[in-house]
């Protein structure tokens, strides 16, 4: 029975458990009789997947591959490319780029990680440290901070807006694997279709993979996603190009961007 309780509890096997036992733990610290090592040992830890499809222009990728660097603070990275990288601990698919490639890189980096928290990277993304200090509250849900700009690089138009993006993902990494592997089936089976979406658990349409459910956070200061000729998908500049308005809320254009400066060429 002992045995059992800490399987559920202290390793998180219950599957109605929401929120990890070092949060309980942490509401009520200083704690009699637990040391600051016993916290940690409850405490989940966090790892990234960064993916690649080697087509960014080689001085993007190595200023945001030095960005995120220095923004790991100790978390282990898995690097999914289609040719070798030397960055953080690298698997190469021999694969041709489109969506169902980069589905099989974030499934693949997934399996090969042992974290317990997973967050998802982009390689033509700035990652703030303060982005990978969160923790879903909740372990059953997918969530995307919302704290992200968008930035021109031919001549350093920005704008921000609130919106669910993949590269801004983070979740627990059973999770996200049991949804990528259903994502890769499906896609293999009948091909990818934008109803079904990119983000997971951002909406409720039939052709959805599956019931996932999503939230929001905010990190301390932006991360930027840098736009060039060679995204996968387009990017929008004018709150004309959304048929849909509720998907570009809080919309904002600058020359500068919170903690990162004057951007405009």
Wanted: with cysteine; proline share 5%; aromatic share 12%.
């Amino acid at each position: 029975a002992r045995q059992r309780v800490r399987e559920l509890i202290f390793e998180s096997k219950w599957p109605k458990q929401t929120t990890p036992l070092s949060w309980l733990v942490e509401r009520f610290w200083p704690v009699p009789g637990w040391t600051q090592e016993d916290l940690d040992k409850l405490t989940p830890s966090k790892g990234i997947v960064y993916y690649t499809d080697n087509r960014l222009d080689s001085n993007i990728m190595q200023a945001c591959q030095l960005q995120l660097r220095q923004s790991l603070n100790g978390h282990k990275i898995i690097t999914v490319s289609l040719q070798p990288i030397d960055f953080g601990e690298n698997i190469t698919l021999d694969l041709e780029r489109g969506y169902l490639t980069m589905f099989k890189q974030i499934l693949t980096g997934l399996e090969a990680c042992e974290s317990d928290i997973v967050f998802l990277a982009e390689h033509d993304i700035l990652y703030h440290p303060s982005h990978f200090n969160f923790t879903p509250p909740d372990r059953t849900k997918i969530y995307y901070n919302a704290n992200v700009w968008h930035l021109r690089i031919i001549d350093g138009h920005a704008v921000y807006y609130t919106a669910k993006r993949t590269s801004q993902l983070c979740a627990y990494r059973d999770v996200l694997i049991k949804h990528y592997r259903e994502r890769v089936a499906l896609v293999e089976q009948n091909g990818f279709s934008r109803k079904m979406g990119f983000e997971p658990g951002s909406h409720n349409r039939a052709e959805r993979v599956d019931d996932l459910k999503s939230g929001t956070w905010q990190s301390e200061y932006p991360n930027v996603d840098i736009k060039h000729d060679k995204n996968l998908t387009p990017a929008r500049w004018n709150q004309a190009d959304f048929r849909d308005k509720r998907n570009c809320q809080s919309w904002l254009e600058a020359d500068e961007i919170p903690y990162w400066g004057k951007v405009r060429i």
